[in-house]
Structure formats: structure tokens, C-alpha cells
């Protein structure tokens, strides 16, 4: 211990880091170095937070300015490097020690502990570095070699006097970073300020090595916390509600939380399957790489096949926040070949935040959390946790921990129990709801769809279903598929297909959910849209357990994005209706919308990460949905992928070329250009005027004026 008499003096320690999910492990390690180190302050900085909140970057730049020790970690985003960068260079020189781990190069490099530095070009130190490393240096190598290679290479440069001692301690900060502990993260605080800090009194500090955790595990809230810290296995028989027979999900989980006890988001999903009947697997993996979890766990040669892999680490299976090794991650998943979903924890605002914002994800977030899973081949990104801001922190923290959100948790729960289930059920027993198209409204546009020839296409569909085993009745060609939908009893009720259904009002009232805020834009129930005044229409045929549905017209044609971007608007009561039927009537197993496209991912509410409250999610629910889709048309199929969980599937154009004009109408446009240019006054135009009469004789286009032609 110190002696207490000794002056108090300010030593700062700042870490900058993509987000918080460390701060409380700092702040308790903090606590326990205080008696110790009098004055020491240990502060964290989420990059993440810098887009949204510029005072937070202020904040952090400040606390850079200030810095005795600065350690800067998961920085790979450019607009987060250069809004840090000029500050951590400003600072390198004067502080006691700047080190960079597991971030850009420009991040890394600028490394500075003791004698090693790693903006020196081709020093002995890192030629040693390289080396070592050996000759497989791809960024894509398995994060199970990194990891090897990262506890060997300290015990080998031990051996190695002089400048080499100051390159083993940045690989041992290494070390205490990826495996952040409380105690590992407090030894790592002692680490630098036994080695690097200014104070001779404070230098030589005894410090322990770094804990070594399992690179992979099993975690469990319910396992004890004496196998390992943090309530961890390596065997999949220790992990308790295990029900024989059931269902299984394989979780893929940061260990970086784990380690540091941040995990009641995690326990929260992991109770919440449980509940429903399923078996869960929840393993994490070192680095940025999950395939050795999901090898050592969920790969039927190791143990139970898993029935769907979800993923709530927020990042790719293979990369992390850094890269995304989507060929790779492909094919592991081509081995599991089960449903894969992602689900994401808010690192870049505050639950609260995302909450009230119309927008959902920011640009940032939506590329870091939904569109590189998406690459993979993921499905039905979720938020499914977050911290809570400043004014929540009687009851959450102060927003250091991690909280679940326990209405999404819900919602990707029932999603995963849905797909796992239909994925067990026979054919035979599964029920099938088919949305077809019907735009512009009351103009025989029911049944088209951009680029594909809808009943044909839907005819052949069905005759496959029936020999995959469906019970499903398919009408012996494709007129009579078309009769049977679109003609039916249409005329005796005066609709534009078939009447399947009706809901009346009476139901609509007592079994809608938000019906205030459909009333609000349109009306008491029923309103007017399909309707005759007692209730709305479901339109479509039955055949067999397969159901084929017309969407309802949904109310602003004239002005579709309205649908979009209008704060307060609702669907119709007929096109809510429609989907409660699908779902609470027909009872459908699965949804598949045939063609491009639809309006159910235009309907209003957040552009990304959509919540309870946003429309998209409270019709399609928990519903699996299957988007049949133009293959030319990426952009808004991202839309159906990200605002209606939509697995989409993609066909081909049909070939195109440019007709052309007939021989004929070919020489008559040449003749009218010849008499456009011609002058009013030239003696050739009464010539051109008499051939153009003659040529438009000659495709029944004689009788007209040039100037009408034209």
C-alpha cells in the first residue's frame, strides 16, 4: 500500500473504444486500484456515440488532450479514425504511453510504449514482429490461430533482452484486453502504470499475468460461477433446461461481454427461449471470428444438430466490426443449412433515443449491424437491447450495462420458435398464406407483379408444392387458377377477386390492436376501403391449407410514399385486417409475397430497426415471410429484407431488346424529320408532304395532318 500522506495528484488513463460495453469492468477496476494509486482516474470514450452526440467527440478529444495513458481499441470505421486520429498524434509524444490494439493500421501505428514504436518505418521491432507472425499473415486466418499465436508470442519474446521486452508487453496489453475481466482489466491498468508512468513511485508495481479464458465456451446464467468467471462451460451436457427432444437454437454471443459480466441482455434472450420450448446452445467466441464456436458447438459432428442460429453479437459471423469475411461465413452456414437471424444491441444510441427516433438506425449503424450480417446471409435484423441514457440511471446503471428490450426480445423469440418449428413440421401439416398484387387499384391489375408472369409462375409453384407434399388443391391449368381468384362470387359482391371472408365491424373493434390510430386517419370501423359498409373483405381462395390472398389497396395510391413518410398516417382498416386474418384465422405457418412488390414494407414507421409501434412489424408479426423478387431491383428488396423480415428470393428479368419501328413507320418518322427541318418557304416540302401522305396510306395512318402525325 501507499502511504496515505503522500500528495494526491491527477493521473489519467483514457480508453477509446467502439463502445461502453467495458465501462463498468473500468469503473469497478477503477475502484479497486484507488487505494493504491490516489488520483488515478480510468476513462472510457464510445466511438460509437460520435455521430449522433458531437459533444461526446469533444468530450473525448478533451480527455486525449489531458491523457498520461492512452489506449485506443475497435476503432475501423473511417469517420471515427480521422475524428480521433489528429488528437492521438497531437498527443503521442507527451503523454507516458499511447498503444493501439486490434483496430486500423493508422490506429496501430501509432503505438508508443517504452522503446517501441510503431510509426518507425521497417524498425528491428517490427521486423521481429513479422517474423514471428510467419508467413500467414490474411486477415481472414481462423480467429483460433490468432488467438494461439497470441499467448505463444509473449512467452517467446521473454526470451528476448532489450527492445523486444516493450513489443511483449503491447502483446500482453493484447492479452488483458481480449479476455476483459474485472481482474484482467484491473491488472492491465497496473500493467501500464508499473511499466510506463512518469511516477517513480508508482513504477514496478507487482502485476499479474493476464487470466486465460477458453477462447470459446458455453454460457449460461444458470451454470455455476465457480467453473469458470462469468458462469462458463466447455461442455454442452453441463448446461441446465436441457428438454430431450425439443428444438434447438444455437446463440452467438461476444465474449467481451461475457468476461466482464455485462450480460443481462443476454440472459434475457436465453430465459426467453427457454420459456417457449427450446433448447439453447449460447456460445461465444475470441476475436472477431465465430466459426470456432459454431464448429465446436453446433456442427452435428460435435453435438445436438441446432434447428436456427441467431447471432446477437451485432456484427458478421466472420470479421466482427472490422471486416466481413462473407465467403467464409457462407459457408459454414451452407454446412448448418438452418435459418440464420441476426439481432443487434444499440451501441450507437441510447434505447431511449432509438425509441423516439423516426429514422431507427443511423447510416452507421445500419451498415455495421444490419447490412454486412446481411452479406452473410442473415435475416430479420432485431434490436433486442441498448443502454439506457442519463435519466434512466436509478434503474439501470446509469446506463453502463447493457439492458435487454424486453418487447423485441419477445418478438425475435416468437420469430425463432416459428421457424424452428416449421422447420420440424411436415409438409403436409404446414399452412401457406400466397399475397398477390393487385396496383393501380380497380384497373385489372390484380394478380401482376414487375417482370413476372404472376399465375403461371404462381401455377407452377403449386403443382411443386403439391409433389414436396403440401396439402394444397391445385386447379387443372392456369386460367382456371385465375378464374378461381379473381372471378369466384367478385361480381355478387362487387370486388375485384374472390370474397374469402369477411370481418365485420363489430370483430374489427374488439380484436384490433392500435385501432385508434386507424381510426384517427380513416374513420370508425370499417371504414370505406374495401368494404360494404358492416364490415371489410378478405379476398382470395382457399385451396387446400394454402391460401392465396389479394393485398388490399392501401389507401393513398395516388401518392405512395406518402405511406412512407407521413408521421401519424395508418394503413387502412382492410389492409390491417388482412393480416390479422392471415395470422389469427388462417393461422399461417408462412407468408410468401409473390412479386415485386407490395406495400406492407412501405407502411409507416422507422426506416431500420423498426419497434412494436411501427407498422411494418405489427402486421407481419412474428410471421416467417418469403419475398419472391425481380433480381434487378436490390435496393427496394432491401427494404422488404430490413422492414418486413422478408427472406427474399430472386428471379430473372426477362430478356429485352428494343423493338424498333416497322419498315414502314421507319421511312414515315424519316420523312416528318425531313419536314420538320425543312423551311415553311422551300420548294421541296409540298414534294415531302405528298410522300409522307402516301406512307402514312400505307400503315393505315392516312387522313392526318404532318403536324398531328408528328
Not at 370 to 392: Q, S
Not at 592 to 602: D, N, R, S, V
Request: with cysteine; hydrophobic share 40%.
Amino acid at each position: 500500500m501507499r502511504d496515505e500522506t503522500m500528495t494526491f495528484r491527477p493521473y489519467r488513463v483514457v480508453i477509446i473504444t467502439l463502445d461502453r460495453h467495458v465501462e463498468a469492468t473500468c469503473q469497478r477496476a477503477a475502484q479497486a486500484l484507488a487505494p493504491e494509486f490516489p488520483g488515478l482516474e480510468l476513462i472510457v470514450h464510445a466511438a460509437a456515440e460520435w455521430g449522433e452526440d458531437p459533444a461526446a467527440l469533444e468530450a473525448a478529444r478533451a480527455d486525449v488532450a489531458r491523457g498520461d495513458i492512452v489506449v485506443t481499441n475497435l476503432l475501423f470505421l473511417e469517420e471515427q479514425i480521422e475524428a480521433i486520429r489528429p488528437d492521438l498524434e497531437s498527443r503521442r509524444d507527451a503523454c507516458d504511453a499511447m498503444v493501439g490494439l486490434i483496430a486500423d493500421a493508422k490506429i496501430v501505428k501509432l503505438t508508443r510504449m517504452g522503446t517501441l514504436d510503431m510509426s518507425a518505418p521497417e524498425s528491428a521491432t517490427r521486423r521481429l514482429l513479422k517474423k514471428l507472425r510467419g508467413s500467414s499473415n490474411s486477415k481472414f486466418d481462423s480467429g483460433a490461430k490468432k488467438m494461439a499465436m497470441l499467448r505463444r508470442l509473449p512467452k517467446l519474446l521473454k526470451l528476448i533482452p532489450g527492445k523486444a521486452q516493450d513489443l511483449r508487453a503491447w502483446f500482453l496489453m493484447m492479452q488483458y484486453w481480449l479476455g476483459a475481466s474485472d481482474d484482467n482489466v484491473e491488472a492491465m491498468v497496473r500493467f501500464l502504470i508499473s511499466r510506463y508512468c512518469r511516477f517513480d513511485d508508482w513504477r514496478g508495481a507487482r502485476v499479474a499475468a493476464p487470466i486465460d479464458y477458453p477462447d470459446c465456451g458455453l454460457y449460461h446464467p444458470d451454470l455455476p460461477a465457480a467453473t469458470f468467471p462469468g458462469h462458463i462451460t466447455e461442455k454442452a451436457g453441463d448446461l441446465p433446461n436441457h428438454t430431450p427432444h425439443a428444438p434447438t437454437v444455437g446463440l452467438v454471443m461476444m465474449r467481451s461481454y461475457v468476461l466482464s459480466g455485462d450480460t443481462a441482455h443476454y440472459d434475457a434472450v436465453i430465459r426467453g427461449m427457454e420459456a417457449r420450448g427450446l433448447n439453447v446452445l449460447p456460445a461465444f467466441a475470441g476475436g472477431l471470428d465465430a466459426r470456432p464456436a459454431i464448429e465446436s458447438f453446433f456442427e452435428e459432428s460435435r453435438g445436438p444438430k441446432i434447428d436456427a442460429l441467431v447471432s446477437l453479437t451485432g456484427f458478421s459471423l466472420v470479421g466482427g466490426p472490422a471486416y466481413n469475411d462473407n465467403d467464409s461465413a457462407i459457408k459454414v452456414l451452407k454446412r448448418l443449412d438452418v435459418p440464420y437471424l441476426a439481432a443487434h444491441p444499440l451501441e450507437f444510441q441510447t434505447l431511449e433515443q432509438w425509441e423516439a427516433s423516426p429514422q431507427g438506425l443511423g447510416p452507421i449503424e445500419t451498415t455495421m449491424l444490419i447490412a454486412l450480417p446481411e452479406l452473410d446471409g442473415a435475416t430479420c435484423p432485431t434490436v433486442f437491447a441498448g443502454r439506457h441514457g442519463p435519466d434512466a440511471e436509478s434503474s439501470a446503471g446509469g446506463g453502463k450495462a447493457m439492458a435487454p428490450c424486453t418487447e423485441r426480445i419477445t418478438s425475435l423469440v416468437e420469430k425463432t420458435e416459428r421457424l424452428v418449428r416449421l422447420r420440424r413440421r411436415k409438409n403436409t401439416d404446414s399452412r401457406v398464406a400466397i399475397v398477390l398484387f393487385g396496383f393501380p387499384p380497380n384497373a385489372g391489375a390484380v394478380g401482376t407483379a414487375a417482370y413476372l408472369s404472376v399465375f403461371e409462375s404462381l401455377h407452377n409453384t403449386m403443382q411443386k408444392m403439391q409433389a414436396e407434399g403440401y396439402d394444397i388443391e391445385v386447379p387443372p391449368s392456369v386460367d382456371a387458377l385465375r378464374s378461381a381468384v379473381l372471378d369466384g362470387n367478385a361480381a355478387q359482391y362487387g370486388q375485384e377477386a374472390n370474397v374469402a371472408a369477411h370481418v365485420s365491424a363489430d370483430q374489427i373493434v374488439a380484436r384490433t390492436p392500435n385501432l385508434v390510430e386507424i381510426e384517427e386517419v380513416w374513420g370508425p370501423a370499417p371504414g370505406k376501403a374495401q368494404s360494404d359498409g358492416r364490415g371489410v373483405f378478405i379476398l382470395g381462395k382457399s385451396f387446400g391449407k394454402v391460401f392465396v390472398g389479394v393485398q388490399p389497396t392501401f389507401g393513398y395510391e395516388g401518392d405512395p410514399m406518402r405511406l412512407l413518410f407521413e408521421r401519424g398516417f395508418a394503413p387502412t382498416h382492410a389492409f390491417v385486417q388482412f393480416y390479422l386474418w392471415l395470422r389469427n384465422t388462417f393461422e399461417a405457418d408462412a407468408i410468401l409475397h409473390f412479386g415485386m412488390h407490395g406495400a406492407l414494407e412501405f407502411m409507416p414507421g422507422k426506416q431500420a430497426g423498426l419497434g412494436a409501434r411501427d407498422w411494418p412489424d405489427r402486421l407481419i408479426g412474428d410471421m416467417p415471410n418469403v419475398y419472391l423478387y425481380a433480381s434487378n431491383n436490390p435496393s427496394e428488396a432491401t427494404l422488404a429484407k430490413r422492414r418486413s423480415g422478408a427472406v427474399t428470393v430472386t428471379h430473372l428479368t426477362p430478356p429485352l431488346s428494343s423493338a424498333g419501328l416497322y419498315k414502314g413507320l421507319a421511312e414515315l418518322k424519316d420523312s416528318l424529320t425531313r419536314w420538320r427541318e425543312t423551311a415553311p418557304d422551300a420548294p421541296e416540302r409540298e414534294e415531302i408532304e405528298t410522300l409522307i401522305a402516301e406512307q402514312a396510306d400505307a400503315v393505315d395512318l392516312g387522313g392526318q395532318e404532318p403536324e398531328t402525325l408528328w
